[in-house]
C-alpha cells in the first residue's frame, strides 16, 4: 500500500457490538483511502471506540485514551462513553472530537478534519465485504441498534435509545456478502434478537425472489439458506423462540442459544425489570432440550441485587440444577451510574455479594463441566480457528468465539481456519475439550 496516504490508528474497546460499529468506520476509512495502521507511530490520527457499560469499562476506556494522547496527541473518541463527554474532557481536555455509538457520521467528520482524505480515483476499488477486526472466517452481524427494555441495572437503552432494526433483506444481503467473502460463521448480535422487527411491525422485504418478514425467525431462516454456521446471541425467552428449534433440529441453525436470564427468582426479575415470562422460562428449557437434545444454552447471571434474600439466592442455584445450562457467566452486582436500581433499597454489603457470587460459580462449575464431560467419546463438527503445525484450536458448535471454550485438536494435518471438521472428543478440563480428528488414533 502506498505510503503516502493518510494513516489511521484505531482502538475498539467493549462488547462485540462496538466492534461492528469498529468495522463501519473502518470500512467507510478505507473506501475514502485511508490506511489503517497498527501503531501510534505510525499513525496521523488516532480513534478510540470506548465502552461505558460498567464502571471498569469506563476507567480502561479513559486509559486507552490517555495512552493514545500520550503516545499519539490526535485522538478522536467515539462510542458509549462518548455520550458522557463532560467525563472525557474533564480527564483528557485535548480530545479532537467526541461523539456517541453508532455516530459514523461524526466521528468521519472529525477525521476528515484532522486529516483530509486524499483524493484517489482508485479507492473507491474496495472489497464489498467491508473491513473486518475478527477474523476471516466468523463474523458478527448486527441485526438492529438499542433495546426497548428498561431493565433497572442497565443504561444502554438511554446510551443507544429504542429498539431501530435493520430490514431484513439488508441483513441478509450483508450475511451474503460475507458469505462471498470467505465467513464461515455468522454471529447475530443485537441487545435483544427476539425483540428483532417489532419497531417495524415485521415489515415485509424482498429477499432471492421472494417475500421475508423482518422478523427473528425469518431472518435465522433467510440465514440457513446460506450453507454457513449461524450462531444467536442475546435471546430473550419469548414464546417465538420456540418457532427457531426446529431450524436448530434440522441441522439449519447452530444448535445454540445465548440467553441472558440474569435471575431466576420472580420477584428479583420483577425488580430488574426483566422482559419476557419468567415463571415459565424453566419450562422452555426442558422442551428446547427435549426436541432438540444437542442444543448448548449459555447465560448471564447477576447474584447480590439490591434486596435479594438467601432464600431467594438459593432459588437461583436450584434454577441452575434444573436448568443445566451449559456455559454460564455471572457478575456480582455493581451499581451503573445512572441506574435506576441504584434507588432501590436493600443494597448488599460487598462480602455479601463476593461470597453469592463464589458460592453460585462452584455450584455452576459442577454442572458445566459434568456437561463437556458428557461429551468425551462423541464425534463433534469443529471450525478451525488457528492452526499451527499438526495442533488446531477449533470451535464446536457449543463453542461461541472469544466467551465460549475451544477444541484443542492434535495430529491434525492441513487444516486451514475456517475448516469444519469432525473430530473424536478425547479428554476434557474445566472448558475445553481435547480431540483428535475422527479416523485417526493416538497410535498412528
Ligand atoms: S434488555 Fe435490558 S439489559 Fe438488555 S440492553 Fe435492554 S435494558 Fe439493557
Redo the contacts with the bound molecule.
Sequence with gaps: MSTSQPKVGFVSLGCPKALVDSERILTQLKVEGYDVVGTYDDADVVVVNTCGFIEAAVTESLDAIGEAISENGKVIVTGCLGKRADLIREAHPGVLSISGPQDYASVLTAVHEALPPRHDPFTSLVPGTGIKLTPKHYAYLKISEG?????S?????SM?GDLVSRPVDDVLREAERLVRGGVRELLVIS??TSAYGVDLRYAEREWRGRAWRTRMTELCEGLSELGVWTRLH?V?PYPHVDEVIPLMTAGRLLPYLDI?F?HASPRVLRLM???GNVERVLDRVKAWRAACPELTIRSTFIVGFPGETEAEFEELLDFLDEAQLDRVGAFAYSPIDGAAANDLPGALPDEVREERLARFMEHQAAISAARLERKIGTVQKVIVDVAEDDLATARSMADAPEIDGVVHVQQVEGVKPGDIIDVVIEACDEHDLFARPLGVSADD
Design positions: 433495546c426497548n427494555h428498561r431493565c441495572f442497565c443504561i444502554i437503552p443507544r441487545q435483544d442475546y430473550y441472558p440474569q425489570k426483566r422482559p
